[in-house]
């Protein structure tokens, strides 16, 4: 019995003393934190691809900026931000001096990302033409040519873009006017049909006749009956030039009254005449060069003096060659 209770009491000592350990070391700990917090403060290292980028205090509220920035909340038109590498935190304890440079490491991380902007590209045809910056505004476009009942408005629409590069953005007045296109009207006069408003043709054109001349009889309706075309006097042998590049589809006699005549096929359907030639220096079949030589000024076939007879068509449709000449 004895022994038992030696036991017991040798126990308890074993215990007491163990306590005293503890309540020791515990005490010992709170004094090193103690020194510890005087002159050391906790805080975040932040590494970015394994290089030491600074210390921030605020580990929470730099990723909210990171992750807000990675959104395109900062800056309009901004869809997103793309940043390979974020990153790293550790907590660790600096000198109570030490600098936070949390605006510091988030310039350093946007040095880091591609920015990839959001707007809207205004098509015709599938071509961007025009950009602006919101979908409200694409559509007010489109709804606006339609009022106006543009020629063209099956040919427009818009598509969202992302991209890499900010394009520069178009007023709406101006988008809308760039893309108006009056309706052709058309009306037949014979065997040929007449353009009565301008058609774009996508092409430029130079005068076939540059020196000497003088316009002696202009497109539209006179006493003898629809002119096609647009007169232009001069002497003899004058030199008449290609008004644009294309193929020659047409050379020689006329048995409708233009005498020694050339037609060119151009691009988007558009053709030139040149009748009442002297002479013709191409072929059917040749290519030429806007600008060339192609014949001579003269007075052959239904004409009653030296002139040339120029004609512009449009997918067979003879249009007034002063909208884009003289």
């Given at each position: ?34 020194i510890i917090s005087i002159f050391y403060k906790p805080t975040y290292s932040v590494t970015l691809n394994g290089e030491f980028i ?78 602006v910056p919101t979908k409200e505004e694409a559509e007010a476009i489109i709804d606006e040519l339609k009022e106006k009942d543009s ?176």
């Amino acid at each position: 019995m004895f022994k038992i209770l030696k036991s017991i009491k040798n126990v308890f000592a074993h215990i007491r003393s163990s306590l005293k350990l503890i309540i020791m070391i515990i005490i010992f700990a709170i004094l090193i934190i103690g020194i510890i917090s005087i002159f050391y403060k906790p805080t975040y290292s932040v590494t970015l691809n394994g290089e030491f980028i600074g210390y921030t205090n605020d580990k929470n509220g730099l990723q909210k900026k990171i992750n807000e920035y990675m959104k395109g909340i900062e800056t309009q038109n901004i869809a997103f931000v793309d940043i390979q590498t974020l990153p790293e935190y550790s907590l660790c304890f600096v000198k109570r001096d030490s600098v936070d440079n949390s605006e510091e490491i988030l310039e350093k991380v946007k040095s880091l990302g591609t920015t990839y902007y959001e707007y809207y590209a205004i098509l015709l045809e599938d071509e961007e033409k025009y950009y602006v910056p919101t979908k409200e505004e694409a559509e007010a476009i489109i709804d606006e040519l339609k009022e106006k009942d543009s020629n063209n408005i099956k040919d427009i629409s818009y598509t969202q873009v992302y991209n890499t590069e900010l394009k520069e953005y178009t007023a709406q007045d101006q988008v809308v006017a760039g893309l108006y296109e009056k309706k052709k009207v058309y009306y037949s006069s014979g065997s040929y049909s007449i353009a009565s408003a301008k058609i774009e043709l996508g092409i430029d054109l130079i005068k076939p006749v540059t020196s000497g001349y003088t316009i002696t009889s202009r497109f539209g309706s006179r006493s003898s009956g629809m002119h096609t075309g647009l007169d232009i006097a001069a002497p003899a042998g004058t030199p008449i030039y290609a008004a644009a590049s294309g193929t020659v589809v047409a050379s020689g006699w006329s048995n409708t009254g233009y005498g020694y005549y050339i037609i060119i096929s151009h691009e988007n359907g558009v053709q030139t005449l040149y009748g009442h030639c002297s002479a013709l220096y191409v072929s059917a079949g040749q290519y030429v060069a806007q600008g060339e030589n192609i014949a001579a000024v003269g007075s052959t076939g239904n004409s009653t003096g030296n002139h040339l007879h120029l004609e512009i068509r449009v997918n067979g449709s003879r249009v007034n060659p002063q909208y884009y000449l003289y």
